[in-house]
């Protein structure tokens, strides 16, 4: 099993998702060391020990084709990224991909080139989309190299793990 690959809470019992497919991923975007970037990771590193026992809990940095096999794996996807749409520094965008296509132009600019948008849609074409996707944006100011995430940013941090738990059905 790969780092970042675990599941928590092994002391519950789920109903286990079909051979090769997890019922629920939260996947936290971002480079670690490029400010506010830094959000989906952090927001992950937050509720890895808080979800139930069947979800998984994943930090990647972004690259397109990792992330359609992760969303092809699964039926149940949230992913957290900073994005860049011109929105006050640390507003927070709920995006439910399944019921409407991902706007690029919404989010702006992906710090990861083909971005989080764009794999969403190419898992949608190639029939890998999980049955229920959300995508949650925080509004960014800097994605510069060695700095710190802002104030702002920290604080929808902490506004997301609040949300992802109350849709995972986990306490807060």
Not at 40 to 56: F, N
Not at 142 to 147: A, C, I, P, T, W
Not at 150 to 168: G, K, N
Request: glycine fraction near 12%.
């Amino acid at each position: 099993m790969a780092m970042g690959d675990e599941v928590f809470g092994a002391e519950r019992v789920a109903v286990p998702a079909p051979q090769g497919v997890t019922s629920t991923v939260v996947i936290g975007i971002g480079h670690p060391d490029r400010g506010d970037d830094a959000v989906g990771r952090l927001v992950a590193m937050r509720l890895r020990s808080r979800v139930p026992g069947a979800v998984t809990v994943v930090e990647e940095d972004g690259e397109a084709t990792r992330l359609v096999d992760r969303l092809g794996g699964t039926s149940s996807a949230i992913l957290i990224d900073a994005s860049c749409s011109g929105a006050a520094v640390g507003t927070i965008h709920r995006f439910d991909a399944v019921n409407d296509p991902m706007p690029p132009g919404k989010l702006g600019m992906s710090t990861h080139g083909f971005g989080v948008a764009e794999a969403i849609e190419l898992a949608r074409i190639l029939g890998s989309l999980p049955q229920r996707c959300i995508v949650y944006a925080v509004e960014a100011r800097s994605f510069d190299l060695g700095r710190t995430v802002s104030p702002e940013v920290l604080a929808a941090a902490d506004d997301v793990v609040a949300r992802v738990l109350a849709e995972l059905g986990a306490r807060a």
